[in-house]
């Protein structure tokens, strides 16, 4: 029944690595949404897309990109991770505009 | 500008009693308004979302809350709460439908004493 799917649910990384986390979802929303969320600073919003093929950049964008090859399908890319993105990661996707999300499970990636 | 308060970082209340948690919201336009609930090591579970009309919405588990326009408060309730409530809740605000970025309170821990 979960409608917003993250994998993997733990990851440890070493520093300078590629790291990518999938998200998926079956709600048939347009919108997806990349948060991390990190003691003292809340949710904070990394990327977010309108539809397959469309990825813009929130409020966090550096060291990450994102790509949304369908409506299903969210991912997250770290190409060079680091250590200071060691955090929890959530993937979200929303009814419209404005309007309320659905989040996944989360992502603990660690960057050593 | 658009910004979400919870001016209580913890709440504790005994198994049964009734809860409120407060939210207030400052918002330039027309506000969309949500409770989110977070257990330990999950994603955020919306609880209950307010657009418009009937300023008292209903949501899971028994929660509602009251939006308020002219005290630009959206406070969460329930009648009798149970240990299982025990989680952070967060009070978010959209800019409704002029964009896509929502507006997260700090939260609020909620312990409930069985």
């Known amino acids: 029944e979960a409608a917003v799917t993250q994998s993997p649910r733990n990851k440890v990384a070493v520093t300078g690595g590629k790291v990518t986390l999938s998200c998926n979802q079956t709600?048939?929303?347009?919108?997806m949404y990349w948060y991390r969320q990190d003691t003292g600073h809340g949710l904070r919003l990394i990327h977010y897309?309108?539809?397959?093929?469309?990825?813009e950049k929130g409020d966090i964008p550096d060291g990450y990109k994102a790509s949304r090859p369908s409506q299903e399908n969210f991912s997250l890319i770290l190409e060079l991770a680091t250590p200071s993105q060691t955090s929890v990661y959530f993937c979200?996707?929303?009814?419209?505009?404005?309007?309320?999300?659905?989040f996944g499970a989360g992502t603990r990636l660690s960057v050593l | 500008a658009q910004s979400v308060t919870q001016p209580d970082a913890r709440v504790t209340v005994s198994e049964g009693a009734s809860l409120q948690l407060r939210c207030k919201y400052s918002?330039?336009?027309?506000?969309?308004l949500f409770w989110y609930v977070q257990y330990p090591r999950q994603g955020l579970q919306l609880l209950l979302k307010?657009?418009?009309?009937?300023?008292v919405v209903q949501g899971v588990n028994g929660f509602e809350a009251e939006f308020s326009k002219s005290n630009s408060s959206f406070h969460l309730r329930k009648a009798s709460v149970h240990w299982s409530d025990s989680a952070v809740y967060f009070c978010?605000?959209?800019?409704?439908?002029?964009?896509?970025?929502?507006?997260f309170g700090t939260g609020t821990s909620l312990l409930v004493d069985p």
């Open positions: 979200a996707s929303g009814e419209g505009t404005g309007r309320a999300l659905y």
């Open positions: 709600n048939n929303h347009n919108n």
């Open positions: 897309s309108y539809g397959a093929g469309s990825t």
């Open positions: 918002s330039s336009g027309t506000p969309y």
């Open positions: 307010y657009y418009s009309g009937d300023p």
């Open positions: 978010v605000l959209s800019a409704g439908n002029m964009g896509y970025k929502l507006t």
